[in-house]
Nanobody
Framework: QVQLQESGPGLVKPSQTLSLTCSVS??????????WNWIRQPPGKGLEWIGR???????YISPSLKSRTSISRDISRNQFTLQLSSVTPEDTAVYYC?????????????WGQGTQVTVSS
């Protein structure tokens, strides 16, 4: 069974960098059939795709967040990481790491439980 687990601080101060790690078990993040995504949901709003890292290590980031976002991976630990810099209260959200089946439309098949991140001084 594939499992994803987000970890990181729940509270970040404005202008600082948010850093979250997704630990994956039951699959390898280098598998060619899947992409590994970060998605967030601000309070009272819908899901927002942040970006993904694929089997080759190439990353794709939402244009609206590209200037502040990086996604990386640690293959030895089977983890991938999100860094979002210069955060503001608008970055407050539940953050999810999600596996995506690249062969399916809306192929988000396994989700982490989500982690609440609040940006506040």
């Amino acid at each position: 069974q594939v499992q994803l687990q987000e970890s990181g601080p729940g509270l970040v101060k404005p202008s600082q960098t948010l850093s979250l790690t997704c630990s994956v078990s039951g699959d390898s993040i280098t598998t060619t059939n899947y992409y590994w995504n970060w998605i967030r949901q601000p309070p009272g709003k819908g899901l927002e795709w942040i970006g993904r890292i694929v089997y080759s290590g190439t990353t794709y980031i939402s244009p609206s967040l590209k200037s502040r976002t990086s996604i990386s991976r640690d293959i030895s630990r089977n983890q991938f990481t999100l860094q979002l810099s210069s955060v503001t209260p608008e970055d407050t959200a539940v953050y999810y790491c999600v596996r995506e089946d690249r062969g399916r439309l809306w192929g988000y098949d396994f989700w982490g439980q989500g982690t609440q991140v609040t940006v506040s001084s």
